[in-house]
């Protein structure tokens, strides 16, 4: 991976909820704010560059 396009382009966020069930509504606000995202979890060509 090359590091362009640093403020414009695309970012690896994670984000530690308190109780699993939070999952859904916060996967529900980023549907409904349209906010673009992928679950590196479930994408494992994403998911090796972590481990």
Same mark, same amino acid.
């Given at each position: ?11 690896? =966020? ?5 109780? %699993?069930? #939070? ?11 349209? =906010? ?5 979890? %479930?994408? #494992? ?7």
């Amino acid at each position: 991976m090359q590091k362009t396009n640093k403020e414009s382009g695309p970012a690896l =966020v994670g984000i530690e909820l308190k109780a %699993k069930i #939070d999952y859904y509504s916060l996967m529900e606000r980023m549907n409904q704010y349209n =906010v673009q995202y992928k679950e590196l979890n %479930k994408d #494992d060509a994403l998911f090796a560059y972590l481990v």
